[in-house]
């Protein structure tokens, strides 16, 4: 049984920093592509920035060069480095990775980031 642990949310002053961290606990899997997503109160989930084991990143247009994704394949674990904070980044943040080898999807079980003054 496969589970995505995540912390390092909390509140946060416009402008500041906070780092997400996500570890797959378990045994016997592989894991080819880790995440994070948001989702505001009241709005869809929405991509934030996902990583494959290869390294190829992608990130959501609203948080291009403020947020950095990295990862440790060989530990499962991926982190999400958020700088330059904003209100609008305020949201329940998902870590989520994909099984191998049917794809299978997995979430984590979220951590709130408030971003406020």
């Known amino acids: 049984h496969v589970q995505l642990v995540e912390s390092g949310g909390g509140v946060v002053q416009p402008g500041g920093s906070l780092r997400l961290s996500c570890a797959a606990s378990?045994?016997?899997?592989?894991?080819?592509?880790m995440g994070w997503y948001r989702q505001p109160l009241g709005k869809e989930r929405e991509l934030v920035a996902t990583m494959t084991g290869g390294g190829s990143t992608d990130y959501a247009d609203s948080v291009k060069g403020r947020f950095t994704i990295s990862a440790d394949n060989a530990e499962s674990a991926v982190w999400l480095q958020m700088n330059n904070l904003e209100p609008e980044d305020t949201a329940v943040y998902y870590c989520h990775a994909t099984l191998l080898p049917e794809l299978t999807p997995l979430w984590g079980q979220g951590t709130q980031v408030t971003v406020s003054s």
């Open positions: 378990g045994s016997g899997f592989s894991i080819t592509t």
